[in-house]
Each structure stands twice: as C-alpha cells, then as structure tokens.
C-alpha cells in the first residue's frame, strides 16, 4: 500500500511540476537545476575623458553661415571644428569672444574669451574656393584655458581677416 501511495505521489509530482525529473531505471526523483538564459552582452562605459563636452553654434552672417562645433578637452584647450559656406575671402578666422550675442545693441563683444590670459583664443579658416559657393571644413586646436561650463552662452565670430561676417551663440 505504501508502495502504491509513493509511486502515485511521484507521478502525481512528476506530471505537476517541470522541475522534477525521474531518472530511468532506478526509480528517484531528482530535483532539476533552473538554467540559465543568455545573459545580454554588457555595454561598455565610455571613459571620462569620451564624455560628451561639445558645444555648436549655428553661425550666421549677411552671406555665411554654417555651424561651430567647440569640443572641449580635460587640459583648457578645445578642438573647433567649423563647417561654413560663403565666406568672400579664401582664408579667414574663428574665435570665441566674452560676448553672449550677436545683436550689436545686445551683449555683442570682439574680446576674445580668455579663461588663462596666456591662451589662445583665434584659429584660421581656409575655404576651398572663394565667393557665393566658397566651403570651408576646417578644425584646429585653441587654447583659451575654459571649460565647456565656461565657454557656454559665449560667442562665436567668423571674420574675413577684416572684419566680422558672421556670428553664432555656443
């Protein structure tokens, strides 16, 4: 009577329950292991210096415009990479100034941006043809000592070596 109670009890278990397992000939249950699925591959944490730290400034004048992309770097200095059309002469400069508008009766201001008086603040733009259709991709390296927090809201100003022809707010 035992027997019989056991053995339907097993069966009862087994037809119950995926967890259990009978093994063949010698009659035990066994407890069965949970599996394991496909763990998701981890994504990797970027270091600290690949943090994004960018700024743009869409950059307008009468005849350019384009965009200003300032990358800032843990040691003051920044990477600005400038992507402008129409600029009348073939070579020009960018730089960041203390202004924090580009309406003349505004906060507009032509002093370069220094957060470390021995700094650099001015780079040169070459174009790739000049007049209306000029292009120009150019980037190179400042250092005026500031932080993305501190180069935020100021000013960009693109100049054809004489004079301003277009302005952008980072």
């Known amino acids: 009577m035992k027997l019989l109670t056991i053995s339907l009890l097993t ?3 087994l037809s119950v329950s995926p967890a259990f397992a009978q093994n063949e000939g010698t009659g035990k249950v066994r407890r069965l292991r949970k ?3 496909a763990k998701a591959p981890k994504t990797p944490k970027s270091p600290k210096s ?3 730290d960018s700024l743009v400034a869409l950059v307008q ?5 384009g965009s200003v992309a300032v990358r800032s770097s843990l040691d003051g200095s920044a990477l600005l990479s400038i992507d402008i059309t129409g600029l009348a002469t073939s070579t020009g400069q960018a730089m960041i100034t203390k202004g924090k508008s580009c309406d003349p009766a505004g906060d507009y201001d032509e002093t370069p941006h220094l957060c470390d008086e021995s700094g650099s603040v001015i780079g040169d733009i070459e174009t790739l043809s000049e007049g209306e259709r ?3 991709k150019s980037a ?3 250092a005026n000592g500031c932080s993305k927090a501190e180069n935020m809201g100021k000013t960009v100003i693109i100049t054809d070596g004489t004079s ?4 952008g707010v980072l």
């Open 11 to 13: 069966t009862a278990l």
């Open 35 to 37: 599996t394991k699925g």
């Open 50 to 52: 690949m943090t994004p």
């Open 61 to 65: 004048g009468s005849d350019v415009f």
């Open 134 to 136: 000029s292009v120009s």
């Open 140 to 142: 190179f390296r400042i």
């Open 164 to 167: 301003s022809v277009a302005c």
